[in-house]
């Protein structure tokens, strides 16, 4: 039984909502403005998370000619891959713990070495990553550590943002990651020389282009319009029930990425409307926050369901919520209901990175039954202010009945 055909659609993520009122001119700073809400070192925009590792990877090899190899869990972003090796590097694959996002500490001590030029730990879902295992792992070999907080904007370890405990953090600034000018990154690094080289990098290898910046801003106009209740059965709703009924989940959460990344700089305006944004994020991180953590102690009523959620000390973000369901069946019982009724329920990435046919050049055929585990039993609920109890008792009711 499908639900009623709805009139607006939630979306999969929270992002902060967009205002007409943030395209006026102004003159702030975006960068300075985050560093200074997070209380972060300088932090570099990027015109992507993407480039903001691509930037990181390329200022570490330089300083490391003979390290090629970039470790990362076997289920994250399949950007990740992409671009180490559009770096000119080779992606390694950690398996992860049983059941959880993070990368397995015994599978991260065998696959690093000399070789190893980074270590890619990932703040996945808002939720906030072991890096102490990396970091340790990393001094013992020479390697460097990045941190991938793509989706983990605002979250902290006690009272430092996510990002700094490494060597480089990187944020996202994407449509569907919360804060956004459709598309962005913020870079740092903890060591003032190194945030100097990966902005000399920067300006080497991500310059200006009248044609990238045309098209983000115009994007970005469509996203203001359309990122709300009744735009997103346009601008994701439909595209998403397309990709579905032909039989490709990859398309239809947006996992089909190609090469070339695109690298370059952030021009003036879509610098502005996101420093207008960002001073509305403090007050929608809290919010959501509150938001989550209702929805969470509901979720836990429902036996056989996990929430994701952050070891002691730590306070994620949550654009989403990140469930286990007690095996396959479940969870595709629970999506079968669930995925195309507009409820904002969706999948995180598709598979463990060596499943997607298109990365079968790039990444190797390891196995890792840990990853793929995690890809076969997770969905995510939406966590938009904009769904009502109706909505959520709904979508609890359906995983009730999956999971029993
Ligand atoms: C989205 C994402 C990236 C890449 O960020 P973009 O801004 O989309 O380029 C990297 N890592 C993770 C875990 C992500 O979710």
């Known amino acids: 039984m499908s639900p009623p055909i709805r009139h607006h659609e939630l979306p999969p993520t929270a992002g902060l ?104 730990p990932t703040h996945l879902a808002g939720r906030v990553a072991a890096v102490g295992e990396a970091i340790a792992v990393a001094a013992d070999v020479g390697a460097r550590v990045i941190e991938d907080a793509a989706q983990a904007l605002g979250a902290r370890q006690r009272e430092t943002s996510v990002g700094l405990a ?65 735009g997103l059965r346009l601008a994701y709703g439909q595209p998403l029930r397309r990709a579905l009924r032909r039989g490709d989940p990859v398309a239809a959460v947006g996992d089909d990425f190609g090469l070339p990344l695109p690298l370059h700089a952030v021009g003036r305006w879509r610098r502005m409307v996101g420093a207008r944004a960002a001073r509305r994020l403090p007050a929608f991180l809290a919010d959501t926050a509150a938001l989550a953590r209702r929805r969470l102690a509901r979720l836990q009523e429902i ?15 949550w654009p989403f919520l990140l469930l286990l369901l007690p ?34 050049d790039i990444v190797p055929a390891q196995a890792v039954p840990n990853a793929r585990d995690f890809a076969s039993r997770s969905l995510t609920i939406g966590n938009s202010p904009w769904m009502d109890e109706a909505d959520f008792e709904t979508i609890c009711r359906v995983l009730e009945a999956a999971s029993a």
């Open 17 to 120: 909502p967009p205002r007409w009122s943030d395209l006026l001119p102004g003159r702030t700073s975006l960068a300075d403005g985050i560093a200074a809400q997070l209380r972060t070192p300088p932090l570099q925009l990027t015109c992507s998370g993407t480039a903001a590792l691509l930037i990181a990877l390329a200022a570490l090899h330089e300083r490391a000619p003979a390290r090629r190899r970039v470790v990362m869990p076997a289920y994250t972003c399949p950007l990740v891959p992409l671009a180490v090796h559009q770096a000119g590097l080779e992606p390694v694959l950690c398996d992860l713990r049983p059941g959880h996002y993070d990368m397995d500490p015994a599978a991260l001590r065998s696959v690093c070495d000399e070789r190893t030029l980074a270590i890619v």
């Open 166 to 230: 490494g060597d480089i953090g990187f944020f996202s600034l994407a449509a569907g990651k919360g804060l956004s000018i459709y598309e962005g990154g913020l870079l740092t690094a903890r060591d003032p020389d190194l945030r100097e080289h990966l902005l000399h990098t920067a300006a080497r290898i991500a310059r200006y282009s009248l044609r990238w910046e045309l098209r983000r801003s115009i994007e970005l106009l469509g996203y203001t319009a359309l990122y709300r209740p009744r």
């Open 303 to 317: 036996p056989g369901i996990e929430v994701l959620d952050d070891p002691a000390g730590a306070t994620g973000v």
């Open 327 to 360: 095996d396959r069946r479940a969870r595709d019982d629970a999506l079968a209901q669930l995925w195309q009724a507009g409820l904002g329920v969706s999948r995180l990435f598709i598979h463990a990175l060596p499943d997607y046919t298109y990365l079968a």
